[in-house]
Nanobody, 132 residues
Framework: RVQLVESGGGSVQAGGSLSLSCKASTDTFTNCDMAWFRQAPGKEREGVAAIDTDGTTSYADSVKGRFTISKDTAENTLYLQMSSLKPEDTAMYFC??????????????????????????WGQGTQVTVSS
């Protein structure tokens, strides 16, 4: 079982930066495929960035070049560094984990934006609000 706790959300003006963290309570963090998703009011949850067990990273086109996903296996922590933020980045951001190894396959099949079914553990979310 994996418990995920996000932190670091907040409010920022357009063009600003924020860094999100996700602490995983598991001794199998190195075996987890991890990702960040977001959900804006009235919209479906979408994947924005993923990092697999081998360190391979993937990004949605909407955040490519602006967001960076990384992880610290010694600290069991996943990060999302966000820069050049836009009002359309406003959403609840969720950390997700998969221990079964299917997440990369879902991403190949459905695209990163629609890969939520590939992850079976979720955090409670942290709000990011970007004002214009």
């Amino acid at each position: 079982r994996v418990q995920l706790v996000e932190s670091g959300g907040g409010s920022v003006q357009a063009g600003g930066s924020l860094s999100l963290s996700c602490k995983a309570s598991t001794d199998t963090f190195t075996n987890c495929d991890m990702a960040w998703f977001r959900q804006a009011p009235g919209k479906e949850r979408e994947g924005v960035a993923a990092i697999d067990t081998d360190g391979t990273t993937s990004y949605a086109d909407s955040v490519k070049g602006r967001f960076t996903i990384s992880k610290d296996t010694a600290e069991n922590t996943l990060y999302l560094q966000m820069s050049s933020l836009k009002p359309e980045d406003t959403a609840m951001y969720f950390c997700a984990a998969d221990l079964t190894g299917v997440a990369p396959l879902w991403r190949l099949r459905k695209g990163i934006e629609d890969s939520q079914d590939g992850y079976n553990y979720w955090g409670q979310g942290t709000q990011v609000t970007v004002s214009s």
